[in-house]
């Protein structure tokens, strides 16, 4: 990885400093057991609605999320968005694209009909592919009397010239599959189908190794459609176990990493604020593997482990979420490689002056319902989730992926394998 200038490590220990003087977020509560039998959701229509004044809306592409306009008044056009089932997380996805016979201003009111509140910072493009923020003199975002954003306005300039809007930063899955293509170009990477989606879609996975499979890790993302964030830190810590040094032949002559880089391929195609298309979440799916994607997977390991006599040392699962958080498993109880997940935090944190990493391990001694419990308890593979701040800088999110990604393999290159 490229070094970073003095001054921008200064402004992260200035940064992270502040932070730390503030009380640390303490992440989500225990996980509630769910039904993960097919719910019913409610699909988009595909449409383009005519927001009068010359102005039009569309959903009509892979990944949008829009469900009705209204215009309010000369200066206003309301867009609803709506989850695909209920119950389900109040973090609202939303993408769309719009433009306008004449060019004018005006402000867009994000509504979400009492189902959730606004959570992601609204990002532009003119071309559909490359986005950015929305100026901040633009956006607001009001609170309810609970401090919540329930709603959110956007002052955007249409044109005849097509304008995209979304929560993130990429749409749809054709970003993962152009990453992929660029992955399988390495010898010794190869693609393996295991299923296909409830739609129809592969459910590929990526050996990344020259190894015989006696020691292997697991990587996923993208359960949750929306999580960027993840996906990115997930794809800096993987760029670095391809990469053509040292260390990294030698941890691939050694071990092989088996990757899941988009778990949800349906539910990210179809814009959905978190489920599948059989309306559940995935990460609630990893003890009764009701849902193809979860079921698939677990499969694969299971196989994979009674195939090679080997076992699985390693797991990561790469979300998004307000702030950046390690979830681990209860530090008394020993995996393939304990203490392997703290040391691994702890070495990469190190390299960011000022950085104090936001670590949740579970107290739990039994098994839950989430892929980080079902690879620790029933592969015995050392396992975190790694959830990553929504509006974390893209340079930071690469940061800690990369160094995740080169003191993982420092720590398991002096490993002594079978």
Known sequence: MESLKPTYFLFLLITFSACKSTAQWEGQGPIQ???????????????TWDAGNGVFFSNQLEGARLNGVQRIND???????????????????YAFKLWS???QEFWIEFSYAGKGFHRYFPKLSSDGKTFSNADSSNFFQPKDEKGRPEKAFLKVNASADTLWVAAQDKIGTAHVQEWKEMLLQKDFVEVISIGKSKEGRPLEILKIGEANDQEMLMVISMQHPPELTGFLAMQAFVEEIIKDTPQAKKFRSKYNLYLMPQMNPDGVAKGHWRHNVGGIDLNRDWVNFNQPETKTLAYFMTNKMKESGGKFVFAADFHSTWEDIFYTNNEELDGNFPGLIPKVIKKSSKRIPGYVPNIRPNEGKERGVTSNSYFFFVHQAESMTFEVGDNTPRDIIKMKGSYLGQELMKILNKKKCK
């Open 101 to 103: 016979g004449n060019t």
């Open 33 to 47: 057991v769910v039904e993960t039998k097919d719910q019913t959701i409610s699909y988009q229509t595909k449409q």
């Open 75 to 93: 200066t206003l056009v309301q867009v609803t968005i709506l989850p695909e089932n209920e119950p389900i997380n109040p973090s609202p996805w």
